[in-house]
């Protein structure tokens, strides 16, 4: 677990230094679920006939911070890796990541920035997935999430109805 926690403060420190050594930065960690079934129904990338089931525990860092212009930012980073078999028992592991970085000012009621989301799984099986997009990101947090790629791979998810395709997290 200390790997994942180092990995995920030396990619904030690399992508953001600003955010990784700035101070004023209200920060909260915690687990996060990263469990899936995944059908090759549904992502039309894995082999026909293929269901994977995937189970991990991922680590989302929140960095909240409301500057003395009235402007409030937040930045995510979630790592998630895991061990994921399909229904001929073979085995995989994957890793999910995702960040985001969006900010407001006072006068604003939604947040806007980009976001950053790939999905990766591989192993003994014939099933591989390499999935990810850029986008801007604009949200409340609440009911609110609007997606407009910049570049996107693998069949993430679709933009328009914002439903996972291949990149089930």
Request: hydrophobic share 35%; proline share 5%; glycine share 10%.
């Amino acid at each position: 677990m200390k790997h994942v926690v180092l990995a995920a403060t030396t990619v904030v420190a690399l992508l953001f230094p600003s955010i990784a050594i700035a101070g004023g930065w209200d920060t909260t960690v915690e687990k996060v679920p990263a469990d899936f079934v995944l059908s090759s129904g549904q992502c039309p990338n894995l082999p026909a006939g293929t269901t994977i089931t995937g189970t991990g525990t991922g680590t989302s860092v929140t960095k909240i911070r409301t500057d003395s212009s009235g402007t409030t930012s937040v930045y995510n980073l979630t790592v998630s890796p895991g061990h994921a078999t399909d229904q001929a028992g073979n085995q995989y592991h994957f890793l999910y990541k995702n960040s985001f970085l969006v900010s407001k000012t006072a006068s604003d009621s939604l947040f806007t920035g980009e976001m950053v989301d790939v999905f990766k799984l591989q192993g003994g099986g014939p099933a591989r997935l390499r999935n990810g997009f850029v986008a801007n990101y604009t949200t409340n947090f609440a009911d609110v999430f609007i997606y407009d790629p910049i570049s996107e791979f693998g069949d993430p998810i679709d933009f328009e109805t914002n439903t996972a395709i291949c990149d089930p997290l």
